[in-house]
């Protein structure tokens, strides 16, 4: 469940926003203004669901391992490629699921079987993810670090 007080906390400043919509300025060319703005809305997503989401949290930790161990044991540039890969996949599903509850949380705060399942669904999307990026991981990860334990 999403945390009101920490989504109005990290919400971005919508005063901008608005005043552009106002005044007929939006949709407007492009400029790198305007990028660096939505940018700066997506890292404000980003840190939200980082300082929100305590799954973000084990995500973090079997990253850090994974690249830890990718140095360790000195691992290809392609299997680097599919562990950063993973690692974007399960960080990516997470943020969508995170999005996903709070708007469901939004439309419809009580309780109902197809909010329920809505975010079982979303829920699901990450656990497979994060298990088969888990299977990648053994599948890369162990030959190696079982070599080093025979020596
Ligand atoms: N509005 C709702 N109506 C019905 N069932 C719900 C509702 N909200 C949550 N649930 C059920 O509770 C489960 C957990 O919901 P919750 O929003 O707490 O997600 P979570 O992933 O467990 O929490 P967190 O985001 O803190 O990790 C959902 O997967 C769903 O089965």
Redesign the pocket.
């Known amino acids: ?2 945390n009101n007080t920490e989504v109005n906390r990290h919400r971005p400043d919508v005063s901008t926003f608005k005043s552009e919509a106002a005044s007929g300025k939006r949709p407007e060319g492009f400029s790198w203004k305007s990028r660096g703005r939505s940018f700066g809305y997506a890292f404000n997503g980003l840190l939200h669901a980082f300082k ?4 973000m949290w084990l995500h973090s930790l079997a990253a850090i391992i994974a690249v830890c161990l990718g140095g360790i044991l000195h691992i290809s540039k392609t299997q680097w490629a599919v562990i950063l890969l993973c690692i974007a996949v399960v960080f990516s599903l997470e943020i969508v ?2 999005a996903i ?1 709070s708007l ?2 939004f439309v ?10 809505v ?2 669904l ?2 699901g999307a990450v656990l497979i993810a994060a298990v088969i990026s888990f299977i990648i991981g053994c599948l890369i990860f162990w030959p190696p670090l079982w070599a080093l334990v025979k020596g």
Request: without cysteine; glycine residues 4%.
């Open positions: 469940m999403t929100t989401q305590h799954n699921n995170t509850e469901a949380d419809h705060p009580q309780l109902h079987p197809k909010m329920g399942l975010k079982d979303a829920a």
